[in-house]
């Protein structure tokens, strides 16, 4: 098994005094708390320092750990020493507090396994649920769609010890689904106690960012760039939409920022969202000399004020 | 261990509503948490008493994570209520940016 080197997780010297720890051990704590931490392995990182966190905040199991010596790398290939453990009592408690801590085999050997309360026999009692986002296009979600989705999960085992299991599973994903609704699957959360039932799992559905698409409920917006001749005269344009291209009539005098909305074609349902097609008028650039005269002769036949509505004549 | 299987879940509402009972055995915690959590407004349940609350499905998520906060970072129930409004604050503003 890999050696730890707890200070190096809290990012604390070994020298550190039990208050400098705790408040290493906040600030890395809150920067990582899954629950809040936008970085990318908040969740390895968290448990990381949780278990560090439970040797370095308490004075017996440091000392026993400062004992090992200071010579050991992160990573190192580690046996506890044959005389590990003489001379401290750690108190006989369970490592952690609830049945979410699981701890590495490096911890274990050391200070033993933590123990989930719920391993007594005689014990009967459904499982937690669990929770997880689910990432997926919104594509999937006019279609309906399968994905996989890995899960880190405790569970306890039948002799009451916590272990990390690496779940994949695979999800059917319903046509018409939208962000924030949640996918419950039966009995696939924490595996219940005694003849408990196991409990559920709870995917909240999220919409991966798409370059042109914005989702608001199940009303599905796209910002369409027109030439100015298209928007002035009229046209007949090609449209992504997330079911396929269409194609899509543009009156003539559109402005900018005009919305044209495509009643039903947002995300299918009973009663389907729409799709706003929001119009942007996009300028050819006067790069070459055809351009800018163009440009002046629209300058010198149009009579054009755009900020008529502002009053500076 | 790998599943294979494609399972098929069931699509929870935002209108769906869990009871007192449910969150608490969703959750593991006890009837006087989901109080608390009520007196602080972390929650805001529908119905007039514990027996009659009915909690919206999104109020799983928010119990749990209030619990881990308190768990896990020392804060009490006031500091963990501030907590989930601070990121439901950055949510709507992560929304909100991506509009423009």
């Known amino acids: 098994m890999e050696y730890k080197d707890y200070y190096k997780i809290m990012g604390v010297d070994r020298k550190a005094t039990q208050k400098e720890i705790k408040r290493a051990y906040r600030k890395l704590a809150r ?3 899954p629950d809040v931490s936008k970085e990318a392995d908040a969740e390895l990182k968290f448990k990381e320092l949780g278990e560090a966190n439970e040797v370095l905040k308490d004075a017996e199991k440091r000392a026993a750990y400062d004992q090992l010596g200071a010579d050991w790398k992160a990573r190192q290939d580690f046996h506890p020493p044959p005389d590990w453990g003489t001379g401290f009592e750690f108190h006989g408690a369970p490592p952690g507090g609830g049945n979410e801590h699981d701890f590495s085999d490096f ?3 050391l200070f033993g396994q933590a ?9 009967h009692m459904q499982g937690e649920d669990h929770h997880a986002r689910i990432l997926i296009d919104l594509e999937d979600s006019f279609n309906g769609a399968s994905r996989s989705i890995s899960l880190q999960m405790p569970e306890v085992t039948a002799d009451g010890h916590v272990v990390t299991r690496k779940r994949t ?9 939208r962000q924030g609704q ?7 959360g924490a595996t219940g106690m005694g003849s408990g039932k196991a409990g559920d799992l709870y995917l909240e559905v999220e919409f991966r960012p798409h370059h042109a698409y914005r989702v608001e409920g199940a009303d599905v917006y796209l910002e369409l760039p027109l030439a100015p001749w298209e928007a002035a005269l009229g046209a007949s344009v090609k449209v992504p939409t997330p079911a396929g291209a269409i194609d899509l009539k543009i009156p003539a005098n559109s402005q900018a920022g005009k919305k044209l909305r495509l009643k039903g074609r947002g995300i299918p349902a009973k009663s389907p969202g729409d799709l706003y097609v929001v119009l942007q008028i996009a300028l050819p650039p006067a790069n070459n000399d055809k351009a800018r005269a163009i440009y002046k002769r629209m300058q010198e036949e149009l009579e054009f004020d755009p ?3 502002l009053e500076v004549a | 261990m790998t599943t294979y299987k494609t399972l098929t879940g069931q699509v929870m509402e935002e209108h769906d509503v869990v009871s007192t009972a449910d969150l608490c055995r969703s959750c593991s915690v006890a009837v006087e948490t989901v109080t608390l959590l009520v007196e602080e407004g972390i929650l805001d349940p529908a119905g007039g008493d514990v027996e009659h609350w009915q909690f919206t499905v ?10 881990h906060l308190q768990r896990d970072l020392g804060v009490n129930l006031a500091g963990a209520a501030l907590v989930l409004e ?12 991506q509009r423009i």
């Open chain 1, 307 to 309: 900020r008529a509505t």
């Open chain 1, 182 to 188: 949640q996918i419950r699957l039966a009995g696939q």
């Open chain 1, 107 to 109: 911890f274990e050997s």
């Open chain 2, 86 to 97: 601070l990121l439901d604050r950055i949510a709507e503003l992560e929304r909100m940016r």
């Open chain 1, 115 to 123: 123990r989930s309360p719920g391993g007594n026999r005689g014990f």
């Open chain 2, 58 to 67: 999104a109020s799983l998520r928010r119990v749990k994570t209030a619990v």
């Open chain 1, 31 to 33: 920067k990582y708390h």
């Open chain 1, 169 to 177: 599973l695979k999800v059917r994903i319903p046509k018409g689904i």
